[in-house]
């Protein structure tokens, strides 16, 4: 796997578009294009790590703090009812991207989502509204 072949190093690379949020120095922050719940967010370690079990404790540490730093915007754009931080690794967990990423979804109380849910593409215009509600926020 590299730059050319990962959809997210594309994306860290700037050659594949993506709804930006933040970033720091060892991670990034953009909108899922299939989001399970409005607002669906994922953070991204710049280093290229499949899985949880290569990724360096520092880049695991920067995309934790990216992680609580979109969660806090997402609840204070969208004032969910909750919100869920999920992180898969291998077949078994569903991990379709096998770059190490952690996804920030908004819930809302009867919303049914399962854990492992199927991707379905979301309306580009509304990913792009909920990137802009919540980049206000950070
Ligand atoms: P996982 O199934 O946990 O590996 O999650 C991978 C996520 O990446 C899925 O929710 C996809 O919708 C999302 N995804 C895949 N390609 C892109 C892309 N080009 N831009 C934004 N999100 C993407």
Redesign the pocket.
Known sequence: MNVHSC?FCR?IARS?P?FLLCEDEHSLA?????PVAPGHA?IVSKTHAETIFDLPIPDLQAVSATVKKVAQAVNSALLPDGISVVQ?NGRGA????LHF?M?VVPRTMDDGLLLNWS?RPGELSAIEAMAERIRAYL
């Open positions: 959809i994306i594949a993506a953009f909108m899922d294009i299939n994922l898969s569903a991990q379709s991207v990423h996804h991707l």
